[in-house]
Structures are given as structure tokens and as C-alpha cells.
């Protein structure tokens, strides 16, 4: 059996407004074993993101457990929460994130420069040469345009070659054009590096090209059900 | 945190995420510039004025060592000068004032007349025009005048000088006497005459003040102090005193030393409020990094790391700031002894200082990372989660425990500060206390702004005028807005304003004391030295000149033969003898108190009907301290020979600061009237010229009756006042452009925020006429809270000193203040404005392209 990277347990969160108790997240629990790819999805306001948040160690649940590459997150201090984060996780936001003071390449080695190793600029040229930018090295962020600035995130998200990749709403900023091939580029670099993928969206196109869709609505997962449909064989009429 | 300080990645990421804000964080950083500079400067002020007063030592006294007395020296200490004189040089010096004629400009002026015996000064020299007329003086009767009435009366260089019974021939002017300040000349110029000259001019006379000097230049191997403790004894006697040149020069260092401490504490305000700068720079730098931030920490990085970056971005920062600053500073200090000059009774050279360079930078430093810790400190708490949720936590980052530590380091540090800057001279205990209160000065002045500015941000927000037009609605949010600027700016505005309109009331008030004096019907021209035999003279010229004898005081003089029973002679023999005890007083008699004058124990004066009547009088605090008599103690007095008791039948507080004729001891009626004495006679000139025709009429009458011309003191006090106020605006200056620093600083910084808000708005219709309006509105109304808190707190500070340490009711006059309001309100409203001018100048497209 291949290896568990990320396993969810009992995942609850929620938030105290005054005498409000706001359950955003109830009792989600999956398993996402190497190479997998995951997408999950519901209306907006479900609680992806907050999932996504907690997978990834950025937040802290209310109960539950979260273990990643077979580390219990959940009792890491934040520093130590950092680190594995640096060592196993990769990611790419719906905004972008880019830090607007480095250039694309510096952006693309921050990962790697971390960690304090010496670093080998050449990965990160040939990481976005991998994505189309070999002429955009040297640009800032603000020079270039948003299908362009989510390529360098998906070059930075891959050069620590890590184990899982999360991504929430990738391709909600961008037009229809540009969103395929941003997709497209996610999905080949995941099959190339066998990294485990968990997509966040509320696009359901999207989502078929995964292999397992998990669906949230106010906070519970409603189904979770394997994806017969392959991006080789998708039919976008057959959609429900 | 250590480590990752000394992470090669985080030094290489502190340097590249600074590249595109460099000029922005070294804006901010800019603030602590002048701070520093000021500092540079009054440190290296203070080292040059050390090492000045250290070479010119001995040119201070122009002598190893002189002796002084009210009164001609005794045989006894005339033989001791001889026997001195055998093995060293001595010069002697006998001064006085009196009123020096000048017939051909017919001007008088009451002048200190020096006459000179011997070598002196034998170190230094007397500078005049021409160069020898020192040296040549006492070829013939020649005077030098001091260059203040040269310059006030046009006299020249041939012209005569009628100084009592005799004419002089101007033969020189005097440009500077050794260890004597040019300011000194304002208040009494200085005339040299030959000594042969001085009984012709008749004017020692019975209750002439004459100060008699010896000078001595000692034979190297001679300590002057063994000397002086050798001539001690004699010196007691005669109540004479003694100074060395050492003395001399530890006086004058201390003196000058005080005044740069105060100076030091000025420009250490302005480094204060460039650290509030620096603070809300900072804060409004870090709120900008929070994605960046939260983004790092995603990719992994310590919360350690994420800091270090910050930190050592601003400690650069800081270090480029703080170093120009220091260039600054050493360009001012070139400039400060200048505008010291006349303050200083020595030749100051600059000096480039590196200590002073050293201090200032080091301070200058230390507060500047202590103050961006504050905000920075909260990067430590930066979750990465934001950026899954960016608008949620982006107002409120989570703030750090440590902040109360380092709050209280800058504290500490300002008390430490504070406390160093107060007179060496006191205990260190006092020191402390001293220095506690400057900075609980300073802590409630900050606090009471910031109150103001939260107050300003709450109120309009919850009484929004609905009503108002949309401009003045949409200026006054602003003031409420996130990332406004309210608290930032009254703090460094207003403290600037405080300061300045502080130091502008503290001069207004020291003027107002003296011209209490000069009020309608007071007497406002002094005649004293008048003698019994000339009063019926005076008094009947005054009336003929139609100025009005308002008071005729008579004066006798005397000494103390016992206090409490115990003779002076006495006190001498087992040595308990004290200063007071020797001096020759000036007494009146009257029994009813003047107007400057209050009691404050047992009763006034009763007349003494007869010569069995015990005679009770009535002594100043501060003579009942040093004689250490109260109320019923019995003094005997030797009136001229003759021996009179009496008793103390009161003690009274006396306003010295008025100008009027006062004395530590008053007889009752019915004693002295008989006794030998002369007067004072008080009169009201209707104005400057009737007052010059008074004088010169009473010189060519009476050449010995010297005037107090009340109007001359108080242009004088006004002129010295203004000097001065020239050197601690020069220094209130350094704050105000703190304070404009961090205003251009602010605006500049919060200018990517307007553009998008201003792009917005015209993107929505509003034409660039209401844009500008908006803002104008904004800072119009931030320069008048922070300049109406300045000036109010200035007001109430001067209130508060007046009566606590002036002892009088100030009342502050309004116009001055709200002139200078307006023109902070306007200084605010123009760097406001145009410091966003880029605004307009970029198109939207741009602008909202640049947000990442
Ligand atoms: N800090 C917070 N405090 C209170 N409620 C929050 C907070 N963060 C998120 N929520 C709420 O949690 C719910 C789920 O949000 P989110 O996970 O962002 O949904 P999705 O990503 O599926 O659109 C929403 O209703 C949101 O309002
Ligand atoms: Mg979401």
C-alpha cells in the first residue's frame, strides 16, 4: 500500500462571535495517500478554504487531528509547523501570492533558500522555462500579468519537490483561456513529480480532473466519491 | 532569533525586499535625522567648550590668582600682598560705577570705570582698537570706552569722556577683556582710566561701591591654592575673597557645562519625536509587509526569520539616518559658537568631535530601533493564514508582550537621559528625581496629544456631522480611517508646536516680570550715591526739570558687632564666624512695608519715640537664614562707631525681581535719623528723552550721583532675552522639522493608499478640484488640533511654571499663539497637499495595476 500523506480526523472548526458559536467546519475526516489528487468543492461559504487552511498547518482546529507525511501537526508550535510546511507542502493561491519585491526567480527560490541550503539558481531558470517564463525571469510581479504571476506560484510550489500541493481556487482570478492552461500545467508538473494534490474550487470542470472529489456544504462533507471520468475521457455535457 | 540574524538568506532577503521601498523606508528612518544632529552638535558644542575653557585656563582670571573686597584692603592683608608681591607679580584694580558724560554727543550712561595698576592681564590680552591703546593708556588722561556705548552713542575714537570731576580723551575702544562675556557689556559697559586719574574724578565718596582687586601671577612652582589657604584667615577677616585661576575655570565649566546639558535635552526632544516617527512609519511598513510576510511564513519561515528580515531593514535604515544625521550635526556645530558667541567668555574653536559623533549616532540609534521595535515587534505574530483570508485579520495584527518591555526600556532610557542632563552639582538621589520629572513632563505632554488625537479619531466618528457637505464629511473620515495618520501627526506637530510656543511664553513671561516695574506712576529712574549735602540739590533740580521726587530714601551704612550675644570678634576666635556676619550693610529705616515686600513673621516696624525704647527691626529670609536669628534675637550693630541693639521684630520676603531699591535690613524711624548717610531719589521720566535730559542734567550738576534707567534695563533685559531665545528656538527648530519630516514622511507614505482612493473617487465622477478639497479638509483640520494641543499645552505649562517656580499669575497672550497656529495649520495643509500631489499625476490604469 502506498504511503498516507495527508489524513484528516474528526476535523471541527469553529468560531465564537459574542454569544455566537459559528460551526464552520464539522467532523471531516479523508486520507490522501502519495500520488493522489483530490479536489474539493461547494458553494462558496462551505468552509473549503478553512479546510485547506487547516490541512496545511496554517490554522489551528478546534478538534481534531490533522497528520501530514505521517507528522501529528496539531501539537507543532508554529515554528515547527513552518518547517514541515518548507519541507513537504507546496502551494498556489487564488491570489497569487507572490512577494511584489522579488523578482520571478527570487520568488520561485524562497523555498529553497529557506531551508539555508546553498542554492542552485539553474532549478529555478529551468522551473520556469517548465512553465513558459524563461524570458520573464528577471521581471517583478507587477510587470507581469495574472496568468503569468500564477505560473511563477505553480514554479515556486514544485521547486522543494514536495509531497502535497494545495491549491485554493487557482484559477478563480483568471479568464477562461488562461485558466486551462494553468490547469493543465498544475496537472502535468503533479503527474511528473507524483505530489499528492488538493484543489480547493467551485469549479465542478475543474474538479472532474481529479480523481476524487470530497463535498462540502455548511461545513460537512455531503459525498465523497471516486471520479470515473478521467480528464482523457471528460465530456463536459455528461456534467450533472 | 540570534541565528537567524546571522542567516545569509535573510540578510539577502532583508536587501531585496527593501528595493522597491528604499526611498520610502529611509524617508521614515529620516525622521531621527535631526535628532541626531542636534545631538552631534551639542555634544561637540559641549566638547569645544571643555577643551576652550581648559587652554584658556588661566586667561579666564588673566591671572594665577586674585583677591576681592568690597572695601579698601586691610593693613593686615595689604602687608600679606607685599610679602606675596616679593616672590610674584601683583596688579591691582579698583572699579565703580558711575555715569560717564559724553559732551559732544550729549548722551549718558551709567558704566563700570576700571582703573589698573600693573601688568595685568598677565595672561590673555585686552583687545582694543587701535591695538595699543591698552598699553598706552596711562600716558595721559585717556579713557577706553567699551565698543557697546561706541556703537550706542557714535562715539569716536578723539571724542571726550567727562567721567565725575574730569574729562578723558577717548583714545582706544575695548573689543574684549579676558574671561568676560560680551553680553556682560550690555549690562554695564566697561571704561578703563588711568589710576593717577581717580581721586580728581571726586567720585569715592561716602557709600561709593568700589570693588577693590589684587591680581597676582604666581612663580610657576607656586600652587595658588596653598597661597589662598595660607592667606585664608586674613581673607575671613576682612570678608575678602579669594579666587584662583582653577576656580575660575570650574565655575565657568560648570556654568557652561549646564548650559549644554540644557541644550542637550532640547535636541534629545527632537530625537524623542523623531522616534514617534519612526514608530508610526513602522507601523504602517509592517501593515504593508503583511502579505509578504504571511506568504513567507507559508513557504516555511520561522517566525524568528520573518523579523530578523524587518529588523535588519530598519537597523540599515537607521544607520544611514542617523549617519547623515551625524553630518548634519558636525555642519551645525561649526555654526553653534557662533550663535553662542556672545553668551561665551572664551574663544571657541570648532572641533570636529568624534566622541560627540559617537554619542549622538549611538543614541540616536538605540532609539531608533527601540522605536520601530514597537510595531516591528508584531511580525513575529504574523499568521500565515492571511493569506487564505487577507481582509479578515489585516487590521488588527495580534500584539507582542515584549512591547511592554521595550516601551519601558525607551522610558528607562529617556529617564537615564534625562537624569544625566540635570546639574552635576546635586546628588545623584536628586538627579534622579530631576530627570523623573522631565520625563513624566514629556510622558503626559505625549499622552495628553495622543489622548487628543484618540479623542479627535472617536469623537467624529461618532458625532459625524451627516449634514456636512460631502468634502468636509469625506476630509473629516479620513481622520478616522484605517491607516490615518491623526495620532501620528498631533503627536509630532503638536509636541513641536508645544515646544516652540513653550520657549516663545517663558520669554514673554521674563519680560513681563520687569515690565511690571515700569507701570504708569511707578518711579522708573533710580538717583542713588546722592550725599547728604547734595539731597536739597537734587531733589530741587528734579523739580526743575519737571520730574516728580517720588521717594527719597535715606541709606546708612553699618556692620554687625553681635549676634545673639556673641561678638564678632568672638566668632572669630572659635571660628564660627560666617560671611554674613562681615559684610558692610546698606540699611534704611521706614515703618510700613513697600508694595514688593510681605511679612512673614511677627510685626512691622513701630517708630522709636525714646531712647529707652528697645529697637526692633525688620530682616529680610534670607538674612535671617544666614545669621540663623528669628524673631526676638538680638543683633548689635557698630553704625560708623557708634554701638546700637536691637532686636529682630520681623522677618520679610522681598520681591527682588522688582527694580527698586531694596534692603535685608530695615530700621524703625526714630534711631538712624541723626546718623551720617546719603540717598536714593526716585523719579518718573515722561519718556526716553525727558530721562536723557534728567541724567545729563544731574551728571554736569552732581557727577557722583549715579542712574538706574529703568527703560535701559528693560531694552537691555529684552535684547539679552532675545539672544537667548535665539539659541533655544535655534534648537526648538531641530523639533519642528522632526516634526515636518515625519509629516512629509507620513504623507509620502500613505500616498500609495490616497492614490488608489483618489483614482477611485474619479473613476466615480469627483473632478480633481474635489480630490484636492478632500484632502485639504484632512490636513487643515489635522494642523488645527495638533497646533491648537500644542499651543494649549504650552499655555498651561507656562501657567503651571509661573506660579510654582515664578511665583506670579501668567496670564499668556492669545494673539501670538493663534499666529502661530495659523501657520502651522498652513504649514501642515501645504506639505500635506503637495507632498500628494503624485496623485493626480498617474493614471488609474497605473495605479490600480501597482496593487499586487
Ligand atoms: N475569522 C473568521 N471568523 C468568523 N467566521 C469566519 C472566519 N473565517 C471564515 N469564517 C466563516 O467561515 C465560513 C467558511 O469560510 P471559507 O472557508 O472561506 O469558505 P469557502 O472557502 O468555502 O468559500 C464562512 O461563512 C466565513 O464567513
Ligand atoms: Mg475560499
Given amino acids: 500500500m502506498s504511503q498516507t500523506i495527508l489524513s484528516v480526523q474528526d476535523l471541527t472548526k469553529t468560531y465564537h462571535s459574542g454569544e455566537q458559536t459559528l460551526t464552520v467546519l464539522s467532523q471531516v475526516s479523508f486520507r490522501l495517500s502519495e500520488g493522489d489528487s483530490c479536489a474539493i468543492v461547494g458553494p462558496s461559504g462551505s468552509g473549503k478554504t478553512t479546510l485547506l487552511g487547516l490541512c496545511a498547518g496554517l490554522d489551528r482546529q478546534t478538534s481534531g487531528t490533522v497528520s501530514l507525511c505521517g507528522i501529528t501537526i496539531d501539537s507543532l508550535s508554529e515554528d515547527e509547523r513552518a518547517k514541515v510546511r518548507n519541507q513537504f507542502v507546496g502551494f498556489v493561491f487564488q491570489n497569487f501570492q507572490l512577494i511584489p519585491t522579488l523578482t520571478a526567480l527570487e520568488n520561485v527560490l524562497v523555498p529553497l533558500e529557506?531551508?539555508?541550503e546553498r542554492v542552485n539558481e539553474k532549478d529555478g531558470i529551468e522551473l520556469l522555462a517548465r512553465v513558459g517564463l524563461e524570458k520573464r525571469v528577471h521581471h517583478y510581479p507587477t510587470q507581469l500579468s495574472g496568468g503569468e504571476q500564477q505560473r511563477v506560484a505553480i514554479a515556486r510550489s514544485f521547486i522543494n519537490r514536495p509531497k502535497i500541493l494545495f491549491a485554493d481556487e487557482p484559477t478563480g482570478n483568471l479568464d477562461g483561456e488562461t485558466s486551462e492552461k494553468i490547469e493543465s500545467l498544475l496537472f502535468e508538473l503533479n503527474r511528473e513529480a507524483k505530489t499528492t494534490l488538493v484543489l480547493v474550487t467551485h469549479n465542478l470542470e475543474l474538479a472532474r480532473k481529479t480523481e476524487r472529489i470530497i463535498r462540502l456544504k455548511n461545513g460537512m462533507v455531503v459525498s465523497d466519491t471516486m471520479n470515473e471520468m478521467q480528464e482523457t475521457n471528460f465530456n463536459p455535457t455528461t456534467a450533472p | 532569533m540570534i541565528a537567524s540574524l546571522f542567516n545569509r538568506w535573510t540578510w539577502v532577503m532583508a536587501w531585496r525586499d527593501s528595493r522597491t521601498h528604499r526611498k520610502r523606508l529611509l524617508l521614515f528612518i529620516s525622521?531621527?535625522?535631526?535628532?541626531?544632529?542636534?545631538?552631534?552638535?551639542?555634544?561637540?558644542?559641549?566638547?569645544?567648550?571643555?577643551?576652550?575653557?581648559?587652554?584658556?585656563?588661566?586667561?579666564?582670571?588673566?591671572?594665577?590668582?586674585?583677591?576681592?573686597?568690597?572695601?579698601?584692603?586691610?593693613?593686615?592683608?595689604e602687608r600679606a600682598v607685599d610679602s606675596l608681591a616679593e616672590r610674584a607679580e601683583v596688579?591691582?584694580?579698583?572699579?565703580?560705577?558711575?555715569?560717564?558724560?559724553?559732551?559732544?554727543?550729549?548722551?549718558?550712561?551709567?558704566?563700570?570705570?576700571?582703573?589698573?595698576?600693573?601688568?595685568?592681564?598677565?595672561?590673555?590680552?585686552i583687545e582694543t582698537e587701535p591695538k595699543s591703546a591698552y598699553n598706552t593708556l596711562n600716558n595721559g588722561r585717556n579713557a577706553l570706552i567699551d565698543n557697546t556705548l561706541a556703537i550706542q552713542f557714535g562715539v569716536q575714537i578723539g571724542d571726550s569722556v567727562k567721567i565725575g570731576d574730569v574729562s578723558f580723551l577717548v583714545s582706544g575702544i575695548l573689543k574684549e577683556v579676558p574671561g568676560e562675556a560680551a553680553v556682560a557689556s550690555v549690562i554695564g559697559p566697561r571704561v578703563y582710566i588711568p589710576p593717577m586719574y581717580v581721586d580728581s574724578t571726586k567720585l569715592i565718596q561716602v557709600g561709593s561701591r568700589v570693588t577693590y582687586k589684587a591680581f597676582f601671577k604666581l612663580p610657576p612652582a607656586t600652587s595658588a591654592k596653598a597661597v589662598v589657604d595660607s592667606l585664608k584667615p586674613l581673607l575671613n577677616l576682612t570678608s575678602a575673597t579669594a579666587t584662583t585661576a582653577e576656580e575660575r575655570q570650574a565655575t565657568l565649566g560648570r556654568t557652561l557645562e549646564n548650559l549644554y546639558r540644557f541644550l542637550n535635552l532640547v535636541g534629545f526632544i527632537a530625537l524623542l519625536l523623531g522616534g514617534v516617527g519612526v514608530a508610526s512609519a513602522v507601523n504602517v511598513y509592517v501593515k504593508q509587509k503583511l502579505q509578504t510576510v504571511a506568504t513567507l511564513r507559508c513557504m516555511g519561515a520561522s517566525s524568528a526569520q520573518a523579523f530578523a528580515i524587518y529588523l535588519i531593514q530598519t537597523f540599515a535604515m537607521g544607520l544611514i539616518g542617523v549617519s547623515i544625521g551625524a553630518t548634519i550635526g558636525v555642519f551645525v556645530s561649526a555654526f553653534l559658537p557662533r550663535l553662542l558667541g556672545d553668551f561665551l567668555p572664551i574663544q571657541v574653536e570648532f572641533i570636529i568631535s568624534t566622541s560627540a559623533i559617537g554619542v549622538g549616532v549611538s543614541i540616536g540609534l538605540l532609539m531608533s530601533i527601540a522605536f520601530a521595535l514597537l510595531p516591528l515587534l508584531a511580525v513575529r505574530n504574523i499568521s500565515p493564514l492571511l493569506v487564505l483570508r487577507a481582509s479578515v485579520e489585516d487590521e488588527k495584527i495580534q500584539q507582542d508582550y515584549l512591547r511592554y518591555v521595550v516601551f519601558g526600556l525607551i522610558v528607562m532610557v529617556v529617564w537615564f537621559f534625562a537624569s544625566l542632563q540635570t546639574d552635576s552639582a546635586l546628588s545623584a538621589v536628586e538627579r534622579f528625581k530631576q530627570g523623573a520629572l522631565i520625563t513624566l513632563g514629556l510622558g503626559v505632554s505625549f499622552g495628553l496629544l495622543a489622548l487628543v488625537a484618540k479623542g479627535t479619531m472617536i469623537g467624529a466618528r461618532k458625532f459625524f456631522p451627516k449634514r456636512w457637505n460631502y468634502v468636509w464629511r469625506q476630509g473629516l473620515a479620513n481622520l478616522y480611517r484605517p491607516n490615518n495618520q491623526t495620532l501620528i501627526l498631533i503627536l509630532s506637530l503638536g509636541f513641536g508646536t508645544m515646544l516652540i510656543s513653550l520657549m516663545y511664553l517663558l520669554q514673554a513671561m521674563l519680560i513681563e516680570q520687569v515690565e511690571l516695574t515700569s507701570k504708569e506712576n511707578q518711579p522708573n529712574l533710580v538717583f542713588f550715591d546722592v550725599q547728604s549735602d547734595q539731597r536739597n540739590g537734587v531733589e530741587e533740580l528734579l523739580t526743575a526739570i519737571d520730574a516728580p521726587v517720588m521717594q527719597t530714601i535715606p541709606i546708612v551704612t553699618m556692620r554687625i558687632a553681635a549676634v545673639k550675644g556673641k561678638t564678632v570678634a568672638e566668632a572669630r576666635r572659635d571660628s564660627t564666624v560666617k560671611s554674613a556676619w562681615l559684610w558692610e550693610y546698606r540699611v534704611s529705616y521706614r515703618d510700613t512695608l513697600n508694595e514688593t515686600e510681605t511679612l512673614i513673621k511677627g510685626e512691622m516696624n513701630k517708630p522709636v519715640k525714646s531712647p529707652n525704647d528697645s529697637i526692633k527691626i525688620s530682616i529680610n529670609e534670607f538674612l535671617a537664614q544666614s545669621l540663623e536669628v528669628d524673631v526676638n534675637d538680638e543683633i548689635s550693630f557698630d553704625v560708623q562707631g557708634v554701638p546700637v541693639k536691637c532686636y529682630v521684630g520681623s522677618i520679610r520676603k522681598v520681591d527682588f525681581r522688582r527694580i527698586q531699591p531694596s534692603f535685608s535690613i530695615l530700621f524703625p524711624t526714630g534711631v538712624l535719623e541723626d546718623a551720617p548717610q546719603f540717598y536714593a531719589v526716585l523719579t518718573r521720566a515722561s519718556n526716553d528723552?525727558?530721562?536723557?535730559?534728567?541724567?545729563?542734567?544731574?551728571?554736569?550738576?552732581?557727577?557722583?550721583?549715579?542712574?538706574?534707567?529703568?527703560?535701559?534695563?528693560?531694552?537691555?533685559v529684552d535684547s539679552i532675552l532675545d539672544k537667548v531665545s535665539l539659541v533655544i528656538e535655534f534648537m526648538a527648530l531641530f523639533s519642528i522639522l522632526t516634526g515636518v519630516a515625519v509629516l512629509i514622511g507620513s504623507v509620502l507614505i500613505s500616498r500609495f493608499q490616497r492614490m488608489r482612493e483618489s483614482v477611485l473617487l474619479r473613476t466615480l465622477g469627483a473632478v480633481r478640484k474635489q480630490v484636492v478639497s478632500i484632502m485639504t479638509v484632512e490636513y487643515l483640520l489635522l494642523g488645527f488640533l495638533a497646533s491648537l494641543s500644542g499651543v494649549v499645552l504650552s499655555a498651561a505649562a507656562s501657567v503651571i511654571l509661573a506660579y510654582t517656580v515664578f511665583k506670579f499669575t501668567f496670564a499668556p497672550n492669545l494673539l501670538p499663539m493663534m499666529a502661530m497656529m495659523l501657520v502651522m495649520i498652513a504649514l501642515t495643509v501645504v506639505i500635506g497637499v503637495q507632498g500628494s500631489r503624485g496623485v493626480h499625476s498617474h493614471s488609474p490604469l497605473e495605479v490600480l495595476r501597482n496593487e499586487v
Wanted: charged share 20%.
Fill in chain 2, 91 to 125: 596688579a591691582r584694580e579698583m572699579s565703580f560705577g558711575s555715569m560717564v558724560y559724553f559732551p559732544k554727543q550729549s548722551k549718558t550712561r551709567l558704566s563700570q570705570i576700571r582703573a589698573v595698576t600693573g601688568d595685568f592681564p598677565f595672561y590673555g590680552t
Fill in chain 2, 689 to 716: 528723552e525727558h530721562s536723557a535730559e534728567i541724567q545729563q542734567a544731574m551728571v554736569e550738576a552732581f557727577p557722583n550721583v549715579s542712574a538706574i534707567d529703568l527703560g535701559l534695563i528693560l531694552s537691555t
Fill in chain 1, 114 to 116: 529557506l531551508r539555508g
Fill in chain 2, 31 to 77: 525622521s531621527i535625522m535631526l535628532g541626531t544632529a542636534a545631538l552631534v552638535a551639542v555634544n561637540s558644542l559641549g566638547e569645544s567648550l571643555e577643551r576652550a575653557v581648559s587652554t584658556q585656563a588661566k586667561s579666564l582670571l588673566g591671572a594665577d590668582l586674585a583677591i576681592e573686597s568690597r572695601q579698601p584692603f586691610s593693613k593686615a592683608l
